[in-house]
């Protein structure tokens, strides 16, 4: 039997959650940290091969970043970045 894949060589996908517009997002493992924590990996999909349309998403996908990261170290229910 074979191991699967890592993603970064670190996140190891458990299950996929959910799909939107903009992308995946998944179940994963941090093979990293000693205690293997999990957590959410949202996977950007390309929308569009217009590099102004995926500059536009990046940008997006990059802001709800920013949000969820601010958000997230001022309230404890929140996930972290």
């Known amino acids: 039997m074979t191991s699967p894949a890592l993603l970064n060589y670190r996140y190891k996908i458990i299950e ?42 990046q940008e997006r996908f990059t802001r709800e970043a920013a949000v969820l990261d601010a958000v997230g170290k001022n309230q404890g229910q929140n996930p972290t970045l």
């Not at 998944?26 to 959410?40: G, H």
Request: proline share 7%; aromatic share 4%.
């Open 16 to 57: 996929a959650l959910a799909e939107g517009g903009f992308g995946k997002t998944f179940l994963a493992e941090d093979t990293q940290m000693p205690s293997k924590r999990r957590c959410v990996i949202k996977l950007l999909k390309p929308v569009s091969s217009r590099p102004e349309i995926a500059q536009i998403v």
